[in-house]
């Protein structure tokens, strides 16, 4: 009767650790999750500046095109090109 206690203890102790460890693993993984969320959030926002930031060295590229004498024709495809640029990112925003 004192192995089969014995080895119902060392059970039950084992299943204790499991449990333990087991819990340790999911607040492990709620950290994790959370973090990747935080990274996810943080690409976005880059993203989002780079893409800002493309534009305002276009614009600026464009200003400086502007001086240099180019065809004003010219000058107007290229605003156009790039107003329907702009317009296609906000309808992608708009989308997600």
Avoid: H, P, W, Y
């Avoid at 650790?17 to 990747?36: F, I, M, S, T, Y």
């Avoid at 935080?38 to 500046?49: G, Q, T, V």
């Avoid at 001086?67 to 296609?88: C, F, H, Q, V, W």
């Amino acid at each position: 009767m004192f192995d089969f206690e014995t080895s119902v203890s060392g059970i039950e102790f084992k299943v204790r650790q499991l449990a333990d460890e087991v819990q340790r693993l999911r607040r492990l993984v709620g950290e994790r999750d959370e973090r990747v969320c935080e990274l996810e959030e943080a690409l976005k926002n880059k993203e989002i500046l780079i893409n800002s930031l493309k534009e305002e060295n276009k614009l600026i590229k464009l200003g400086n095109r502007l001086t240099e004498g180019r065809d004003s024709a010219e000058l107007k495809l290229e605003l156009n090109r790039m107003i329907r640029a702009i317009d296609k990112s906000l309808e992608i925003m708009k989308t997600v």
